[in-house]
């Protein structure tokens, strides 16, 4: 045998032991490699749906989707806490609501909950738990819950040049509070607004999100009341303003328990804001 080959005989030998993907042939005889296969490239990430800005460039406001066949609704529930009631909340009261949370998770309910900031930094295990379950997404409803107008059921007022930054702020606390992902939308505090107010907040990037269903949950007692008001008024298309605060809605969870075996018996799915604003904006 010819010294090379025999020496190349061996190599092989040893290579096929080590790493039998190893391209071993002979003087005569050689391989050509493989170029290396590229795994595919990841999906790039979708931006949620959100409507165009309106005149001038204002923030698009969305209150429900077209009313088609389409027997879809999105329960929505408002995490209020104003920027000062933090000494409430030392004192014992109850601005969160973990019963309604676990009912609808155990109802396989997808549900909206429009959050302020401060209720984030008061409860940020909860925050965080609701942002990173795939049932719930997180909007944003101001850090304050102070006004965006004057004379809005009393709450206090911000500036109109602190606006964006209350808007902002509340962001943030997600972020501090380790949700990852919330969504682009945003509702005032009280549903209250002006054209100042959505030139406020225009070129964030973001969609006012009202309702055209009232619950009447925000400090009833009659939670019977609040889910004939819902059932009576649910149209295709409808987004339903609820709260998620046991001290100033704490008939809610039970309301919700007997609205959506109802809503479903008549043929309804619930959906999210977003699947809605896919539906009006032509995304799906």
């Given amino acids: 045998m010819?010294?090379?080959?025999?020496?190349?005989?061996?190599?092989?030998a040893i290579g096929a032991a080590l790493a039998p993907l190893?391209?071993?042939?002979?003087?005569?005889?050689?391989?050509?490699?493989?170029?290396?296969?590229?795994?595919?490239a990841s999906p790039a990430p979708t931006r949620p749906p959100t409507l165009a800005p309106g005149p001038a460039g204002l923030t698009p406001v969305f209150t429900r989707a077209p009313r088609t066949a389409d027997?879809?609704?999105?329960?929505?529930?408002?995490?209020?806490?104003?920027?000062?009631?933090?000494?409430?909340?030392?004192?014992?009261?109850h601005f969160d609501n973990p019963?309604?949370?676990?009912?609808?998770?155990?109802?396989k309910v997808p549900a909206t909950v429009f959050m302020t900031g401060r209720w984030a930094e008061e409860y940020p295990d909860q925050a965080r738990s609701l942002g990173r379950d795939p049932r719930f997404e997180i909007a944003n409803h101001s850090y304050s819950h102070y006004a965006f107008t004057d004379d809005c059921y009393g709450l206090p007022t911000v500036p109109a040049d602190k606006m964006r930054a209350d808007v902002e702020r509340a962001y943030k606390a997600f972020r501090n509070a380790g949700v990852p992902n919330a969504m682009p939308y945003f509702r005032f505090p009280g549903g209250?607004?002006?054209?100042?107010?959505?030139?406020?907040?225009?070129?964030?990037?973001?969609?006012?999100?009202q309702w055209d269903v009232v619950s009447g949950d925000a400090f009833a007692t009659d939670a019977d009341a609040v889910a004939r008001q819902v059932l009576e008024g649910v149209q295709p298309g409808s987004v339903v303003v609820m709260h998620c605060t046991r001290s100033a809605a704490p008939t809610t969870e039970r309301a919700?328990?007997?609205?959506?075996?109802?809503?479903?018996?008549?043929?309804?799915?619930?959906?999210?804001?977003?699947?809605?604003?896919?539906?009006?904006?032509?995304?799906?």
Avoid: N, W
């Fill in 2 to 12: 010819i010294p090379s080959v025999r020496r190349l005989t061996a190599l092989c």
């Fill in 22 to 40: 190893a391209a071993c042939g002979t003087p005569e005889e050689p391989r050509t490699a493989r170029p290396a296969a590229h795994a595919p």
């Fill in 71 to 93: 027997k879809a609704v999105a329960l929505t529930f408002d995490a209020d806490m104003t920027a000062d009631q933090g000494a409430r909340a030392a004192a014992g009261e």
């Fill in 99 to 107: 019963g309604l949370i676990a009912a609808l998770r155990a109802l």
């Fill in 192 to 209: 209250c607004y002006d054209r100042q107010a959505l030139r406020a907040v225009s070129g964030m990037g973001v969609t006012a999100v």
């Fill in 256 to 284: 919700v328990r007997a609205i959506v075996p109802e809503l479903r018996r008549q043929g309804y799915r619930f959906v999210k804001v977003s699947e809605l604003i896919g539906a009006a904006s032509g995304r799906r």
